[in-house]
């Protein structure tokens, strides 16, 4: 015996094994613009300051270029968490409660859910990185006062060396990002 309720966009059927609720597709647009604008925040800021910040204050004394790179990371992080967060959030809903992913199998036998378990993954262990790795490998060597001072005195190798490993840990960042652009234009 089958239920139907209707509402002004919305149905809601009930077959006593199944609830399912057809939402309103302006409510799914507005999520998936919502999960856009953070993921552009969340990506264009992460770039931003690797491609964009860290070269323009190449250009100040070293002490100056920690103070400023400090003051940024500390600032912007919790709003590129926040951001990353928001982004995972919205896209477990666009797959789930607003998408094809109603039952467990449907992320093992359909291609949308092996994209969308896969972009779930990459996106998590992403953020994570960037969270508990990429951020506190650069606070470490802004930290590091006196190897900024050392660098200021003529001997930049030793900071050098340590930026160079900054950006070797930020670059998995980069790649999860690129992997995430591919998977969504597979959808």
Do not use: C
Request: glycine letters at 10%; a positive charge.
């Amino acid at each position: 015996m089958s239920h139907h309720i209707t509402f002004p966009g919305y149905t809601i059927e009930s077959n006593h094994a199944k609830l399912v609720v057809n939402m309103p597709w302006e409510l799914r647009q507005a999520l998936l613009f919502v999960h856009i604008v953070l993921a552009i925040i969340w990506v264009g800021g992460i770039l931003f300051i690797g491609w964009g910040a860290f070269p323009a204050v190449r250009k100040m004394t070293f002490v100056r270029q920690r103070d400023v790179l400090q003051a940024l990371m500390q600032w912007s992080h919790k709003f590129l968490t926040g951001s990353g967060v928001g982004v995972i959030m919205s896209g477990i809903l666009l797959g789930t409660v607003f998408g094809p992913i109603d039952q467990w199998r449907n992320l093992w036998k359909t291609r949308y859910g092996h994209i969308w378990l896969a972009a779930l993954i990459i996106g998590a262990v992403t953020l994570l990185w960037g969270l508990f790795i990429g951020y506190r490998q650069s606070l470490k060597v802004l930290a590091h006062v006196e190897l900024w001072q050392q660098a200021d005195s003529g001997d930049k190798k030793p900071l050098l060396n340590d930026l160079t490993k900054v950006a070797l840990f930020e670059s998995v960042e980069v790649i999860g990002f690129m992997a995430l652009i591919v998977l969504m234009v597979l959808f």
